[in-house]
């Protein structure tokens, strides 16, 4: 028979689940408490909520959402984390904080409805930040039509100086 705290517990995962296009699975088997704490600082920054979960309650919330393919990512302590921002900031987040901890492991996680091995996480902390993409395409996009803004002035310069030179041409000589 379940308790009241678990099937609560399991609806705000489900929540969780189902509000977040991001979830990344992590074993933090070997971090002290101010480890963990000072990674949830570090990851609310990015706007990611970390969640320690025990893998049956994870695995019934996510069924429940409608995530498949979990089950081989819950094995050991899992600690997950919900990205509600930029996926790739999330991702570098925890590569940066596993990588100074040699303790932290990324598991694998979710983008979507397609399941990420740790290897696929890896990949999408290489990625360039949300902004920064936008930035590159607001830039590839404005930048031709500048030009062509650029031409056709120039064009219209040249034409409105010629014409000038001829009126000073035909004005009679003083």
């Known amino acids: 028979m379940p308790n009241d705290r678990n099937l609560e517990f399991v609806k705000e995962l489900e929540v969780k689940f189902q509000n977040t296009r991001t979830v990344f699975l992590t074993d933090y088997r070997g971090l002290t408490v101010a480890d963990l704490a000072n990674l949830r600082r570090q990851l609310r920054d990015v706007g990611v909520d970390f969640r320690v979960a025990k893998n049956t ?10 995530l498949k393919g979990l089950d081989a990512l819950l094995k050991g302590p899992t600690a997950i984390a919900f990205s509600s921002g930029d996926e790739a900031a999330t991702a570098k987040a925890l590569g940066d904080f596993a990588r100074v901890s040699r303790i932290l492991a990324v598991k694998g996680g979710i983008l979507g409805t397609q399941v990420l091995t740790a290897d696929d996480v890896a990949e999408v902390a290489k990625l360039p930040a949300k902004a920064q993409l936008q930035a590159d395409l607001v830039g590839s996009v404005q930048g031709p039509a500048a030009g062509l803004i650029g031409i056709l002035n120039g064009a219209l310069s040249s034409i409105a100086h010629a014409l000038d030179e001829r009126a000073k041409q035909l004005e009679p000589a003083a």
Not at 57 to 66: K, M, S, T, W, Y
Request: hydrophobic content about 70%; aromatic content about 0%; charged content about 20%.
């Open 57 to 66: 309650l994870a695995l019934i919330a996510a069924d429940r959402a409608g």
